[in-house]
């Protein structure tokens, strides 16, 4: 069965400088990873997980770098990770942020994913594991993860901690690569984990923490495929085709076992495109320096007056009615 788990495309980093700076072309990696550039202006954007592998993937062989995914994650340190990093460095120590990170993971960053801190003796291993095989770059995003891990141990050890060794999931190439990054030792593990010294999990947080609960949105569960489909529209918007064919090919489903599926969740395919384009013409409204046929251009509409048209039907009035009324 398919997997739906979303992530957060924040998690790319820095993506495009990497790419540029060794010699590739940014557009072109995009493209062959069947993704909008638009996403390099919208981190919080929710994208499949295993587009972010074929993402990951697609960069690392156009630019013939096996450490791009721990370098992205490193350099993007924990910004890279938005609601999530944000809320784990709200914790009292090391070892407070380290668990939370797997209580809050499937909500705040992505699903399909565990992570889990073990201690023998002097030694602490904190492991990251998708549950799901994915496919194709699968170990490239494991390899972010250790990334963002480490970032996450400097935040509290300190910018120049290295780890005492990093565990990559079978076999890898670009050893050396890779541990210029990490500064410290690589091996092939069972699965993608980073091992340091267990007495740092009682490192305090060198910010005064915050006792309080994460608000922000959601990642939904992979079983919630109405809301999967609204990502996905909201996706295929930025590429001008957001029909239900190639929605339902970028969720590997035909056209009729997505219409199945989500009448089973008491939800048509037309009336979720048609909350989500009015959600997001909203959204786009409030920005009041955008001209009104832009929008209709960047909602798929041929014709701005289409927009017009659709949007006076789902709410009584004009998109500039309503403009009007909102900035009054």
Known sequence: MRSYALTKASTVGPIADIVAASGGSIVSVFQKAELPLTLLEQPHRLILLRDQFRLLETAARSIGDHSLAVRLSTEAGIPGLGAYGAHLITLPTLGDAILESSRSLASLLQG???IALTVEGRWAKWTYCVTKNLGLGQQKNEMLAIGYMIALLRYFAGPKWTPHR????GRF????????????DVVSGDRAAVVFPAGLLELPNPRPPQDR???YPAVPPETELAAVVRHILLLQLDQGDAGIDRVAGRLGLSRRTLQRRLSEQGMSFEALAQR?????????LREVNVPITEIAYELGYSDPAHFTRAFRRWTGESPL???RRLTQ
Do not use: K
């Not at 990093?166 to 999931?169: D, G, I, P, Q, T």
């Open 321 to 323: 009615s309503w403009r």
């Open 276 to 284: 989500t384009l009015l959600d997001e013409a909203r959204d786009r």
């Open 112 to 114: 399909a994913t565990t």
């Open 173 to 184: 190439d670009g050893r050396r690569q890779i541990e210029d990054v990490v500064a410290g």
């Open 166 to 169: 990093v565990e990559v999931a």
């Open 213 to 215: 609960e994460p608000d």
